[in-house]
């Protein structure tokens, strides 16, 4: 819905491509691969052309709805799978250290 009311589509650009670049966004690109990252700056770099000369992309070459899809998520959700089993190992190692609780 969001992506029919933006005008983002029309510059070719997929709605994690307008995404701010907060600390936790830049670093789930840099666990992007390559070939996706690279399509991401051309998304962007394109939409800044076109942007600068007052163009949108023909409509044929508008993203669609049924494209766009959050292409961020997956590498976002292994970053906090990895913060979780570190924060799991730094409670079970502080278990071992504190000594039980005699009653």
Same mark, same amino acid.
Do not use: D, G, P
């Given at each position: +819905?969001?992506?029919?009311?933006?005008?983002?589509?029309k510059l070719g650009l997929l709605q994690d491509d307008t995404?701010?670049?907060s600390p936790d966004? #830049?670093? #789930?690109? &840099?666990r992007l691969p390559e070939d996706v990252y690279?399509?991401?700056?051309?998304?962007?770099k394109r939409a800044l052309d076109l942007s600068m000369k007052h163009l949108i992309l023909p409509?044929?070459?508008w993203v669609k709805y049924d494209e766009d899809k959050p292409y961020l998520e997956p590498y976002h959700h292994s970053? $906090? +799978?990895?913060?979780?089993? $570190?924060?799991? &190992?730094?409670?079970?190692?502080e278990a071992w250290r504190t000594p039980a609780m005699q009653h």
């Open positions: +819905m969001v992506l029919q009311c933006s005008w983002f589509n995404l701010y670049e966004v #830049t670093e #789930t690109l &840099k690279y399509e991401r700056l051309f998304h962007i409509k044929e070459q970053q $906090l +799978m990895v913060l979780l089993s $570190l924060v799991a &190992k730094c409670l079970q190692q």
